[in-house]
């Protein structure tokens, strides 16, 4: 017993501190109620409160930066203020993704309701936040912000993927998004879709390993397509619970058709 505690005890002298779960979800939240009114029930009643909020975003961020200050190839100061000034631009992606829901979905009544309600919006925000993040090469907090999604949507979506703008996630659990998949414009995804690798050897590891998505796909539920060097055709339809492995041309119609029987009780 003595031995086993020991060897845990090194474990931990040698850890490496990650960033605070708690401090994680205080500034996503406070993010995402800052870019968007609905989103929670923060009111600002004054501009100089909103601006304090923001400030204080600000600093939430340098925190969690500070707990991995050795990992930082930079300084968490330029970190922060690279974030912080390509946050206009991420927003107005983020308005673009809100308005694709809202105009793909019939059940949806404004943008309003996509930001407060919808999951596919949650995950796609956090994934944005996350992927300049992962571009600024910090380690860590972009994977355990896409956790936080992935925990309360069922949306699996890394922050190494790149995604185009206007993406619409419907219903969305189950789905994953693997890291070095590309995903391009107006694409439409429903739950429980797989953009996956064919083979998980570590080997592969910087390699493309997940597929290419070109413009105006759409992929309905339950299909799984895998491998890095399969490109789905700008305007193409992928039908429910296909499996693909190789490439499809554009605007092509994918779909798989099982034999149904029905048969009466007697």
Avoid: C
Avoid at 8 to 14: F, G, R, V
Avoid at 65 to 87: C, K
Avoid at 127 to 132: D, E, F, L, V
């Amino acid at each position: 017993m003595n031995s086993f505690i020991d060897e845990l005890y090194n474990q931990h002298k040698k850890k490496t501190i990650l960033p605070s779960p708690l401090l994680v979800n205080n500034f996503i939240d406070s993010l995402l109620s800052i870019l968007f009114p609905t989103y929670s029930n923060k009111l600002f009643v004054g501009k100089e409160l909103l601006e304090a909020e923001y400030e204080k975003n600000k600093g939430q961020l340098k925190i969690l930066l500070l707990q991995q200050q050795s990992l930082l190839e930079r300084d968490t100061e330029e970190i922060v203020t690279d974030f912080f000034d390509q946050l206009p631009e991420i927003y107005q992606l983020l308005l673009l993704d809100a308005d694709a829901i809202e105009a793909g979905d019939p059940a949806a009544t404004n943008r309003d309701e996509v930001i407060r309600s919808y999951p596919g919006f949650y995950a796609i925000s956090i994934y944005r936040i996350a992927n300049y993040l992962h571009k600024l090469k910090v380690p860590f907090l972009p994977r355990i912000l896409t956790e936080v999604a992935h925990s309360k949507t069922g949306i699996d979506i890394h922050p190494g993927a790149e995604i185009g703008k206007s993406f619409f996630i419907d219903h969305g659990t189950g789905i994953v998004i693997g890291e070095t998949s590309v995903i391009g414009t107006f694409v439409k995804i429903y739950q429980g879709v797989t953009l996956g690798a064919l083979s998980v050897k570590k080997e592969m590891a910087e390699t493309k390993r997940h597929p290419t998505i070109e413009d105006g796909v759409v992929i309905y539920a339950g299909a799984t397509i895998l491998g890095g060097r399969t490109v789905i055709g700008k305007n193409s339809t992928i039908g429910g619970n296909v499996w693909i492995t190789e490439s499809v041309e554009p605007n092509s119609l994918v779909y798989h058709k099982p034999e149904l029987r029905i048969e009466q009780n007697r």
